[in-house]
């Protein structure tokens, strides 16, 4: 009778310092969540524009959607201290995904070519996500090379407009 006393009550002390261990393991969980997300405030925006450097991510609640700016795929914009015949585009790779949707990777450009399907917005989830500044701008002397991962966008974020939906009425 003596040892199933013993071998009880050293049971429930086992499992009463798992149940600590659950808890202590829950804690420091929910602090690396909570530091690993960036979501935007005013010192990520001006005037309306988010900005983003090259591989960051950033849940925007006022959207309800997750924005990663994955990097710039194309830049042949004319460098600076050369003459052009043509101005260039750069293509921005953002990747968007809402709260209830798949990810979803838009290329959007400095300016609108449509002629090269080049386009500075696009929508996605009832939004209008288009692309305002594209930073730092090639260099002559170092093209495009030396910017890899050093690229920046501003993008603006705004309700698609209802009315042009032909759909709808």
């Not at 310092?17 to 925006?45: F, L, P, V, W, Y």
């Not at 101005?87 to 838009?106: D, H, K, N, Y």
Request: some cysteine; proline content about 3%; overall charge positive.
């Amino acid at each position: 009778m003596f040892h199933k006393i013993v071998i009880l009550s050293l049971g429930i002390f086992a499992l009463t310092g798992c149940d600590a261990q659950k808890k202590s393991r829950i804690n420091t969980k929910s602090t690396e969540m909570s530091t690993g997300t960036k979501t935007t405030s005013s010192d990520h925006q001006k005037d309306g524009v988010i900005y983003l450097t090259e591989g960051e991510n950033k849940f925007l609640r006022e959207y309800q959607m997750n924005v990663t700016f994955k990097g710039v795929s194309e830049d042949s914009r004319c460098p600076e201290g050369a003459q052009c015949i043509w101005a260039g585009v750069a293509l921005a790779q953002v990747e968007v995904m809402g709260t209830s949707t798949r990810p979803m990777i838009l290329n959007l450009a400095s300016a609108d070519y449509p002629a090269r399907n080049y386009l500075q917005s696009t929508e996605f989830n009832g939004y209008t996500i288009t692309l305002k500044d594209i930073a730092p701008h090639p260099k002559s002397q170092d093209g495009t090379k030396a910017l890899a991962g050093k690229y920046k966008i501003g993008i603006t974020i705004k309700k698609a407009d209802q009315s042009a939906d032909s759909t709808r009425k």
